[in-house]
């Protein structure tokens, strides 16, 4: 039951418009196609990303805040704890939006890792197929001289990695030194992220790499329309 329903709602209709994007705009291309698919995926996406990133500027305006509470009332735990309570509600942070981002991400994840594992060519593919989507043939699955299917790619894996470690020094928050839990997780992060990349097929490394391309220039653009007014201490 479980199993047709994830066959026919999920892995199928996945597969066919992978197969679609594939004959049509990303020219017999395996690898372009994952990079459009991921793309429009996001694209569906942006109104939940959009809500993230406000939430995200909201949150930044919430540590103020809470710095400043905790201050405030350092000697009293529970006016402590109402007063961030109080600021939560004010500024309605909800994490909801985000939550849901991630985990269609991480369902078409699994559902490419299947799609890879259960091969992308001969006769599985035209039972999988709909009727008005054109059997592709055999599917070119290199990109720019890598095989999107190939296992431990360190190239790929290493280059998310790297995208990775760049994203979280960066958004480190400037004038502030590292803690110790900060820097550890500054590395081992990043290298535990290649570790599982380099396992996979390298089309898990092609899909994080343009996820989080796709998620850098929200962050970027959010920040120019929803700026954080950082207030002065009193």
Request: charged share 20%; net charge positive; hydrophobic share 55%.
């Amino acid at each position: 039951m479980l199993g047709d329903i994830w066959f026919q709602f999920l892995y199928q209709p996945l597969f066919n418009v992978l197969v679609l994007i594939y004959n049509t705009i990303a020219e017999q291309n395996l690898g372009w196609a994952i990079v459009w698919l991921t793309i429009f995926l996001r694209l569906i996406l942006l109104p939940l990303s959009i809500i993230s990133e406000k939430n995200s500027r909201k949150h930044e305006k919430v540590e103020e805040e809470a710095k400043k509470a905790a201050l405030v009332f350092k000697n009293d735990r529970v006016a402590q704890q109402e007063e961030f309570r109080k600021i939560m509600k004010r500024h309605k942070v909800s994490p909801w939006a985000k939550v849901v981002v991630l985990l269609v991400q991480v369902l078409v994840l699994v559902l490419l890792y299947q799609v890879f594992m259960r091969g992308v060519t001969g006769e599985k593919v035209i039972k999988i197929l709909y009727s008005f989507i054109d059997y592709p043939g055999k599917i070119n699955t290199m990109f720019y001289g890598f095989d999107v299917g190939f296992v431990h790619d360190y190239v790929w894996a290493g280059l998310a990695a790297g995208l990775l470690f760049l994203t979280i020094f960066f958004e480190h928050k400037k004038g502030e030194l590292w803690q110790r839990g900060e820097a550890v997780y500054l590395f081992l992060f990043p290298i535990f992220t290649f570790s599982i990349l380099w396992i996979l097929p390298m089309v898990k490394s092609l899909f994080i790499l343009t996820t989080m391309i796709f998620s850098i220039i929200i962050n970027l653009l959010s920040k120019l329309f929803f700026p954080v007014k950082k207030q002065e201490n009193k």
